[in-house]
């Protein structure tokens, strides 16, 4: 029990355009997501925290008008990198919290995103 | 504001030998406290969590940590590492009045030598 996915895996786009990361929780209902972001040889970042139906709560520096969160249901929450440029380049990884799991966090498999 | 130390960047071990990984932290109560492993281009598996009770935590893989409150110490053992266990490894801190927020360190990267 308690899988986190996440879509795709590893994703390639040009400088510029928009790129949208999936996460869902597979077998139970996340209340709260969270994003995370690895750069290389680095440890992760809290990005910003979604609660199911509400705006996300972003960190102190991360821009939400660039990376956008949608939690619109209980298994979805997604990110979507605008015009992305190669600095946001690095492994963004999610992690959801939700009915019995108490305060722990599930973490999907992370995606690796490439901006060239 | 909490923080987490992880002293070692790097550790090698020899296969069958005995591990240590160190983690302290800074906050003024007792916060949840996690270690997670990392493979290369992967997400995180939890190894072990302590919320309450028992200081000594039991994880998979045969990994163990202490809660030591004196020490604000969180140390991750296993006394036998095997050449699969070779990966990253990070110490979490969470609270739950900041919604269960994690604060990572710096993460240990463990090289084991056949």
């Known amino acids: 029990g308690a899988v986190v996915s996440q879509h795709p895996s590893r994703v390639i786009c040009k400088s510029g355009t928009s790129v949208k990361i999936e996460c869902r929780s597979l077998d139970f209902q996340a209340t709260t997501m969270f994003w995370y972001r690895q750069f290389p040889k680095q440890s992760l970042m809290l990005m910003a925290t979604?609660?199911?139906?509400?705006?996300?709560?972003?960190e102190q520096g991360v821009e939400k008008d660039k990376f956008l969160i949608n939690h619109a249901s209980l298994t979805l929450s997604t990110l979507t990198v605008t015009s992305a440029h190669p600095e946001d380049s690095s492994f963004y990884i999610c992690?959801?919290?939700?009915?019995?799991?108490?305060?722990?966090?599930?973490f999907g498999p992370g995606t690796r995103l490439t901006v060239l | 504001a909490q923080s987490v130390t992880q002293p070692d960047i790097h550790i090698t071990v020899s296969e069958g030998a005995s591990l240590e990984l160190r983690c302290n932290y800074s906050y003024g109560a007792t916060p949840y406290l996690f270690w997670y492993v990392q493979s290369p281009g992967q997400g995180l598996q939890l190894l072990l969590k302590?919320?309450?009770?028992?200081?000594l935590v039991q994880g998979i893989k045969g990994f163990e940590a202490e809660f030591k409150r004196s020490q604000s110490s969180f140390n991750l053992r296993k006394p036998s590492v095997h050449w699969s266990d070779a990966a990253e490894y990070f110490c979490?801190?969470?609270?739950?009045?900041?919604?269960?927020?994690?604060?990572f360190g710096a993460g240990t990267i463990l090289r084991v030598k056949s």
């Open positions: 992690s959801a919290r939700g009915g019995t799991s108490g305060n722990e966090q599930f």
């Open positions: 302590y919320f309450s009770g028992d200081t």
């Open positions: 979604s609660n199911e139906g509400s705006k996300a709560t972003y």
């Open positions: 979490a801190v969470g609270r739950l009045e900041y919604g269960n927020k994690l604060v």
